[in-house]
T-cell receptor, first 113, second 111 residues
Framework: DGGITQSPKYLFRKEGQNVTLSCEQN?????MYWYRQDPGQGLRLIYY???????QKGDIAEGYSVSREKKESFPLTVTSAQKNPTAFYLC????????????FGDGTRLSIL | GENVEQHPSTLSVQEGDSAVIKCTYS??????FPWYKQELGKGPQLIID?????GEKKDQRIAVTLNKTAKHFSLHITETQPEDSAVYFC??????????FGTGTRLKVLA
């Protein structure tokens, strides 16, 4: 079955530590996205990538970094500069340019130790 | 800035009744409006979408209506069942890579 796989499901970060969230898709989609979900808020865009080796900042990119070395992979690193990282992180993909459905993974819940 | 307002934030209905969730968008260039269902601990799943050249779309018990003049769109669920209980999100996109999401509606279907 085609889909998006996020790992791990739960992740704990210590002070001063960088952590990386994995996102893999086998849908052959060009575009991939990272969102942050906080209680009572809509999904907020962190980064998106339209094509391999290219990515753009979203609305809340500070304290995060990404890479897109392969079409199927779009890992997100939460750096120590992100002072409030506790949230549910969602990865999504779509066929291409906007006005297309986004397919989501099942998320990674990140907490601070 | 661009935003999508979603109401209500919580909604309880009796099993078999209808549920309606409404969203209003600000960007007049928006032309694609998906609805997602999110169950606890899962990612959002697309349940229905509509494009700006269509006023209404139906898929079994689920329908979406769009009023471009008023810039609002609604999700209608008929004959609700307990398995419809979840958080529902609306979104609006203008054809770029940006999707603006509403803040979600927690729907509870009471048996």
């Amino acid at each position: 079955d085609g889909g998006i796989t996020q790992s791990p499901k739960y992740l704990f970060r210590k002070e001063g530590q960088n952590v990386t969230l994995s996102c893999e898709q086998n849908l052959n989609h060009d575009a991939m996205y990272w969102y942050r979900q906080d209680p009572g808020q809509g999904l907020r865009l962190i980064y998106y990538s339209q094509i391999v080796n290219d990515f753009q900042k979203g609305d809340i990119a500070e304290g995060y970094s990404v890479s897109r070395e392969k079409k199927e992979s779009f890992p997100l690193t939460v750096t120590s500069a992100q002072k409030n990282p506790t949230a549910f992180y969602l990865c999504a993909s779509s066929i291409g340019q906007g006005a297309q459905p986004q397919h989501f993974g099942d998320g990674t819940r990140l907490s601070i130790l | 800035g661009e935003n999508v307002e979603q109401h209500p934030s919580t909604l309880s209905v009796q099993e078999g009744d209808s549920a309606v969730i409404k969203c209003t968008y600000s960007d007049s260039a928006s032309n694609y409006f998906p609805w997602y269902k999110q169950e606890l601990g899962k990612g959002p799943q697309l349940i229905i979408d509509i494009r700006s050249n269509v006023g209404e779309k139906k898929d079994q018990r689920i329908a979406v209506t769009l009023n471009k003049t008023a810039k609002h769109f609604s999700l209608h669920i008929t004959e609700t069942q307990p398995e419809d209980s979840a958080v529902y999100f609306c979104a609006a996109s203008s054809g770029t890579y940006k999707y603006i999401f509403g803040t979600g509606t927690r729907l509870k279907v009471l048996a």
